[in-house]
């Protein structure tokens, strides 16, 4: 497939209202506020953001699935909102909830939607790379729910698009099939495609994501390759170490330089650690105020990092 320079999705200051919500008098409620985004083929581009920050209502109006009340989709040179067939038959979609009709089996339903395309893919090819021949006369209703994403992705590819949108597509997945979902999806991206694709898990986005789009409140708040962002958010050569201890320690007087944060009754969560001598000085003020951690993770900085600090690390 060959890959053109111009953006396979382009959003512009996106706007989504809903409602009327009764709790707010009637008044629509605003869900997307400014949401701006690019996806290029050869890439993997992620949209992360916390539970109710937007990504799947970006990705519904980038669609088609959903109209949006403002800004500006171009999605293969054309506005979803009025593209006809011959648009849909480019894109491959994977909905967060897989969409699959539960009466149907995986063959004899990847082999109707293969029907409805001039030039699917290879189905037995895909049948047997996401291990379905091993489920075939099974219905969509009695499949796991990591068949079940596997069924889902077969069918948002057997139409052979040149965008996929992927929602949450290693969800429920076991290690041995994330493994070959992840192998497939970087097989896409070298054949040219654009792929976009939302995720909770921010390690598989680190790990497939070639450009990074953070959304909050509605509105992109950051966007860069994962080395990128954590340039922007602090040193790449800083690290981030866990413990846990005794719930409600007094945090006063830490060494100068670090930073550090009681993320859940405790469990603690210190920052700014660069060079032995901080670590040394961490053991001291541990020793000071007889704190013995029960365990400890010391680990680089990463891309679930940079999102709590831009997101927060409440619940929601």
């Known amino acids: 497939m060959p890959v053109s320079d111009s953006p396979a999705l382009e959003i512009d200051g996106l706007i989504k209202d809903v409602g009327p919500i009764a709790s707010l008098d009637g008044r629509m409620m605003r869900v997307l506020d400014g949401v701006s985004l690019s996806a290029r083929f050869g890439q993997v581009t992620a949209l992360l953001g916390a539970n109710g920050a937007g ?41 967060q909830d897989g969409g699959l009709p539960p ?28 291990g379905i021949d091993t489920f075939t006369n099974t ?68 790990k497939l994501a070639d450009y990074v789009f953070i959304v909050d409140g509605g509105r992109t708040v950051a966007q860069g390759t994962v080395p990128e962002l954590l340039a922007q958010e602090g040193s790449t050569s800083s690290r981030s170490l866990m413990f846990e201890a005794a719930q409600g320690l007094d945090l006063a007087g830490l060494p100068a330089g670090l930073d550090a944060a009681e993320v859940s009754a ?8 660069q060079q032995p001598a901080d670590l040394a000085a961490l053991a001291q003020w541990w020793a000071a105020h007889d704190v013995m951690p029960a365990s400890l993770h010391f680990a680089a900085r990463n891309l679930e990092d940079v999102f709590l600090d831009i997101s927060g690390r409440q619940i929601r």
């Open 55 to 95: 990504k799947t209502t970006t990705l519904e109006c980038a669609q088609g699935l959903q109209r949006r009340n403002g800004g500006t989709i171009r999605l293969l040179g054309q506005d979803p909102d009025s593209a006809g067939a011959d648009l849909r038959a480019r894109v491959g979609v994977m909905l």
């Open 103 to 130: 009466s149907a089996r995986p063959l004899p339903l990847l082999r109707h939607i293969a029907a409805m395309y001039r030039n699917p893919r290879d189905i037995g090819g895909l049948v047997e790379r996401l």
């Open 139 to 206: 219905t969509v209703r009695r499949l796991s729910g990591g068949q079940k994403q596997r069924l889902a992705l077969a069918a948002c590819l057997v139409g052979n698009p040149e965008v996929v949108f992927l929602d949450e597509p290693s969800a429920g997945l076991d290690p041995q099939s994330r493994q070959i979902v992840f192998e497939l999806i970087r097989e896409l991206r070298d054949e040219g495609l654009a792929i976009v694709l939302t995720t909770h898990l921010l390690d598989d986005a680190q």
């Open 266 to 273: 405790g469990h603690y969560t210190v920052t700014g650690i």
